[in-house]
Every structure is written in C-alpha cells, then in structure tokens.
C-alpha cells in the first residue's frame, strides 16, 4: 500500500462530515483492514447519569470503519455504500477511553463487499460491538458512465 493511497484514505475520512464531528482518526491502514478511533467526548455521551457515549455514535464508527476497510481493499472500488451492518452490543464503553473500530473487507464480489468489525476501548480483549455487513462495489468504470 502507498504513501498516496494512505493519505487518500485519511482525506476522504477527513472530508466526512460526521467522521469530522465524531473526531475519528485512522489508526491502521492495510489492504481491506482498517481501524479507526473516536476520542472520548461529552458531546457524544448516550446517558449523563453514567457518562456512556450514545451507540449511535458507535454505530456510526463502525459503519465509517467498514465503509474504509471496503475502499482499502486491494481490488481498490473507488466507493461504496451501506447495504446491511448488523451490530451486536456487548457492553457499554468506558466512559473517559477512546473507543476503536477495526474492520476487515474479508470478501468482495463483483458488486457487493462483506466486512466484518469489531469495536473496543482501552480492554481490547472485551468487544464493546461487532458487526456483520455487506456493502456496495463502485468500481472506477461504473463511475465514470
């Protein structure tokens, strides 16, 4: 994987609107693997009386996350979108951690990506989430018509 390639990634991350609110940062890049983190922000938090950042805001890393490890695939689409993410929430963050996102594009056909991800804080041996999903294959031919 290149340098450019790297810092395509980052931009297009950086040019979503959410992944800017949401504050996340690409991690690791490989070819179909992925991992982003989202700081911690009180501005995300899901419940005052524990401090838990809102499972949309998770969800919305996870699919974020998903979407890049799709476009890192070595097959290189040139964009995809959300068909199907199905989450399981295992546990509440801990509030005051970085909560991080790391997705695998495992299979692509010639329209549709499968990804799965997995989501933790600091505990990285216990999930907060995982995820199941299938995604559109935007291939550079298709987008040029």
Do not use: W
């Amino acid at each position: 994987m290149t340098d450019d390639f790297k810092k395509i990634v980052t931009q297009f991350i950086e040019s979503l609107p959410h992944a800017r609110a949401l504050g996340l940062q690409m991690v690791h890049l490989e070819d179909g693997v992925v991992e982003l983190s989202m700081p911690y922000d009180e501005k995300l938090i899901g419940d005052p009386r524990t401090g838990v950042i809102h499972g949309g805001a998770v969800s919305a890393l996870m699919d974020t996350c998903s979407g890049v490890a799709v476009v890192a695939h070595p097959e290189r689409p040139v964009g995809t979108a959300t068909i199907d993410l199905r989450i399981d929430y295992m546990r509440a963050a801990n509030p005051n951690q970085t909560i991080y996102a790391r997705a695998e594009c495992y299979h692509m056909t010639r329209n549709v990506a499968f990804v799965r991800a997995t989501t933790m804080d600091e505990d990285r041996d216990n999930p907060v989430a995982t995820a199941t999903g299938a995604f559109t294959v935007e291939r550079l031919s298709e987008a040029t018509k």
